[in-house]
Structures are given as C-alpha cells and as structure tokens.
T-cell receptor, first 106, second 116 residues
Framework: KNEVEQSPQNLTAQEGEFITINCSYS?????LHWLQQHPGGGIVSLFM???GKKKHGRLIATINIQEKHSSLHITASHPRDSAVYIC????????FGTGTRLQVFP | EAQVTQNPRYLITVTGKKLTVTCSQN?????MSWYRQDPGLGLRQIYY???????DKGDVPEGYKVSRKEKRNFPLILESPSPNQTSLYFC???????????????FGPGTRLTVL
C-alpha cells in the first residue's frame, strides 16, 4: 500500500462543476502540499498546509490531521483547470501521490 | 524574476557516460531538492539539501550524487548512467521554515533524460 493515496486517478468534468480530489496518507506529517502539473509538464505549488483550510481564488484545500486526509476543491471549474493534481506529504523529505488527472470540458 | 533554472532541458546519452544536470535558484532559498518522475510511479525524491555542504538522501538516491557548494546551485551528477535512469527530472527550492509563500516549493522546468 502506498503511503500517499489519491482518488480518483482520473476525473472528467463539465465546465462550471465543483471538483473534489482526495488525498489520504498513512504516515505522520508536518506538512502537506498540493501541486499542479500542466499538460506541458511544468509543476506549480498550489498550497502547503499543516492544519485547517486555505483558499486561493477558486481553489480550496483542507486537511484533517486526525483522519490523515486532505481534499482539494475547485469551484466553478474551467477548461484551463485541466491538469494533473499531485498531493505530497513532508517538509524536507517528501512522499508523493501518483496524481489525479483532471479534464474539464466546455 | 524569481525562478529555478535547469540545464540541459533535454539530453540523450549512452550508458556509462558521466553527466551533470545543473540547477540554480535566485530566491536565496535554503532548501533544494531533486525529483524524478516516471509513468505510473509519479514523483520520487532523489536527494535534498537544507544548506551549503548539507545534503541528505531521498527515496531513490542510488546511482546519483549531489553537491551543494553554493547556496544557489545544486547539481545532480550521474557518474555512470544506466537505462533505468531514463526519466524526467525536476529540481525545486524553498524556504520551508518561513511563512507562505516562501515555504512553498518552486519547481524548475524539468530535464528529460534518455540513457541508451
């Protein structure tokens, strides 16, 4: 069993839909990261969080330390949100999930 | 402009020919790290460094070396590359113990390496 599991692996949505991507981990952590990898391959950090909730524009990330679970929500999804979303745990030594591929159609 | 640069972006080489992939950041970040990305396996950490002359192993360090002689540079060295090191490599940097946004990782553009 992987130490960091993401679900779903693939996700298809219509523009405007509310999206949720889940990340569960089995190790103790100091921080959790959400990353976005564009179709061209570049990786951008979306959030780093250790508790509670963070919001940036249409993106919301939450973490429940007791349940070892985090969610990434996208409100009012748009085709430009199409990307691979990657969850990672750790501060210096990182362990990654295998990613969720999101496609948003007009 | 704040950035992490990697060179080369693409490299095709042969088994056993030593190579170096350079990584440089201009944000005065303490932390730098190398990752490889493979289909079905996702991203895996190779080595990381929290300061000059301080490096530590990630999950998949075998076959790689790193050095951190200057704060801004963190080269990845493959002394004797093998075909199983064919991969997409990313360098990243951050200041993990400062507040946001400095604690979030900035990634380089990636280096696609093929070892024949």
């Amino acid at each position: 069993k992987n130490e960091v599991e993401q679900s779903p692996q693939n996700l298809t949505a219509q523009e405007g839909e509310f999206i949720t991507i889940n990340c569960s981990y089995s190790v103790g952590i100091s921080a959790l990261h959400w990353l976005q990898q564009h179709p061209g391959g570049g990786i951008v950090s979306l959030f780093m969080l250790s508790s509670g909730k963070k919001k940036h524009g249409r993106l919301i990330a939450t973490i429940n330390i007791q349940e070892k679970h985090s969610s990434l929500h996208i409100t009012a999804s748009h085709p430009r949100d199409s990307a691979v979303y990657i969850c990672a745990v750790g501060t210096l030594k990182l362990i990654f999930g295998t990613g969720t591929r999101l496609q948003v159609f007009p | 402009e704040a950035q992490v640069t990697q060179n080369p972006r693409y490299l095709i080489t042969v088994t056993g020919k030593k190579l170096t992939v350079t990584c440089s950041q201009n944000m005065n970040h303490e932390y730098m790290s190398w990752y490889r990305q493979d289909p079905g396996l996702g991203l895996r950490q190779i080595y990381y460094s929290m300061n000059v002359e301080v490096t530590d192993k990630g999950d998949v360090p075998e076959g790689y070396k790193v050095s951190r002689k200057e704060k801004r540079n963190f080269p990845l060295i493959l002394e004797s590359p093998s075909p199983n090191q064919t991969s997409l490599y990313f360098c990243a940097s951050s200041s993990p113990y400062r507040g946001p946004p400095y604690n979030e990782q900035f990634f380089g553009p990636g280096t696609r390496l093929t070892v024949l």
